[in-house]
T-cell receptor, first 115, second 108 residues
């Protein structure tokens, strides 16, 4: 089944404790991205990657890191989480993602709480 | 000003009604336009792309007005299952910008 998977789905952590949220897609998509969704602010893009070893900042990259060592994986790293990073996070992928008419496939989301 | 703006709603409509949502965008270089549907705190899913000439998919019709920089979504004969949040999405270059979403509630 073609899909985007994220782990963990739910995470409660404390300020400053490094964490990684994994994202994997099995569709051989070139483009992958991370979003956070907050009430009243909608979905905002954190980072995106157009291919292996190519990553770029989105609208809200501060406090996050990403890497794209393999085409299928795009982990999101919070080196020192803070309470303002409490949010619902979505990973997404698309075949090209370069402005063409391209469907974004989203993972099921990770609900992160930072105490 | 937000790059992509939507009326958050909620739009409360009876079954069978026709409802329309608008979305405005600020970046005139925007190239691709989409409507996504999101059920309560689940992942967004593509509803339909929006083409310059307008396009229809069953009960759903999308329109794009580049001059005025807005897109619209029309839902005819609303079903209970249409209750969701509808996200307007605009693609300029390599980034996607999402509107805050419009919540639709279809009542029996």
């Amino acid at each position: 089944e073609a899909q985007v998977t994220q782990n963990p789905r739910y995470l409660i952590t404390v300020t400053g404790k490094k964490l990684t949220v994994t994202c994997s897609q099995n569709m051989n998509h070139e483009y992958m991205s991370w979003y956070r969704q907050d009430p009243g602010l909608g979905l905002r893009q954190i980072y995106y990657s157009m291919n292996v070893e190519v990553t770029d900042k989105g609208d809200v990259p501060e406090g996050y890191k990403v890497s794209r060592k393999e085409k299928r994986n795009f982990p999101l790293i919070l080196e020192s989480p803070s309470p303002n990073q409490t949010s619902l996070y979505f990973c997404a992928s698309s075949l090209y993602g370069d402005g063409r008419r391209d469907t974004q496939y989203f993972g099921p989301g990770t609900r992160l709480t930072v105490l | 000003r937000k790059e992509v703006e939507q009326d958050p709603g909620p739009f409360n409509v009876p079954e069978g009604a026709t409802v329309a949502f608008n979305c405005t965008y600020s970046n005139s270089a925007s190239q691709s336009f989409f409507w996504y549907r999101q059920d309560c705190r689940k992942e967004p899913k593509l509803l339909m792309s929006v083409y310059s000439s307008g396009n229809e998919d069953g009960r759903f019709t999308a329109q794009l007005n580049r001059a005025s920089q807005y897109i619209s979504l029309l839902i005819r004969d609303s079903k209970l299952s249409d209750s969701a949040t509808y996200l307007c999405v605009v693609n300029a270059g390599n980034m996607l910008t999402f509107g805050g979403g419009t919540r639709l509630m279809v009542k029996p």
